[in-house]
T-cell receptor, first 116, second 112 residues
Framework: GAVVSQHPSWVICKSGTSVKIECRSL??????MFWYRQFPKQSLMLMAT?????????EQGVEKDKFLINHASLTLSTLTVTSAHPEDSSFYIC????????????FGPGTRLTVL | SQKIEQNSEALNIQEGKTATLTCNYTNYSPAYLQWYRQDPGRGPVFLLLIRENEKEKRKERLKVTFDTTLKQSLFHITASQPADSATYLCALVSWNFNKFYFGSGTKLNVKP
């Protein structure tokens, strides 16, 4: 149980284009999902907290107009990287919490974004 | 801002031995501390959580200690197996589970 999927698993795009990454909780409802970014050999950095039916909460230094988050249902959150540039190339990982259970987050397998 | 230090060098041990990984932190007082396992190209998998008022937590071959005075957590894997080879991350967690601060992880290699 508690499986989280991400799609796509990897994507290559041209500079200036937008890329959408999906995060789904497959067998549970998730009121809250988190989006992280991880550069090679570095720690996961929390980018934003996504709450179903409300606006996402962004961490300091993360541009909300560049990283658009939508959490339209209890099983799906999307992250759109707008006008992507090479410096946005990274490993993007989402996690989800079972609604009502706060102490555990279940991570997706991650999405490798490469911007040319 | 908070700083989390995990040994950036890989830890190489022989199968059957106990692996001990260290997580030191400063500039933050977490209410909880979590340990995760991460395999290459995959998302982390939750292993253990320990509360600030707990000294030690065990789960099967895993043991975590938490010293809030030293600002340090130790993660032990007893009777290690090659399948335990992975990167292990510690995370400082706020009281309301809304903030997670991850270390960069320590890579463990268990040799047969």
């Amino acid at each position: 149980g508690a499986v989280v999927s991400q799609h796509p698993s990897w994507v290559i795009c041209k500079s200036g284009t937008s890329v959408k990454i999906e995060c789904r909780s497959l067998d549970f409802q998730a009121t809250t999902m988190f989006w992280y970014r991880q550069f090679p050999k570095q720690s996961l950095m929390l980018m934003a907290t996504s709450n179903e039916g409300s606006k996402a909460t962004y961490e300091q230094g993360v541009e909300k107009d560049k990283f658009l988050i939508n959490h339209a249902s209890l099983t799906l959150s999307t992250l759109t990287v707008t006008s992507a540039h090479p410096e946005d190339s990274s490993f993007y990982i989402c996690s989800a919490r079972i609604s009502g259970v706060v102490d555990t987050q279940y991570f997706g397998p991650g999405t490798r974004l490469t911007v040319l | 801002s908070q700083k989390i230090e995990q040994n950036s060098e890989a830890l190489n041990i022989q199968e059957g031995k106990t692996a001990t990984l260290t997580c030191n932190y400063t500039n933050y007082s977490p209410a909880y501390l979590q340990w995760y396992r991460q395999d290459p190209g995959r998302g982390p998998v939750f292993l253990l959580l320990i509360r600030e008022n707990e000294k030690e937590k065990r789960k099967e071959r895993l043991k975590v200690t938490f010293d809030t005075t030293l600002k340090q957590s130790l993660f032990h894997i007893t009777a290690s197996q090659p399948a335990d080879s992975a990167t292990y991350l510690c995370a400082l967690v706020s009281w309301n589970f809304n903030k997670f601060y991850f270390g960069s992880g320590t890579k463990l290699n268990v040799k047969p």
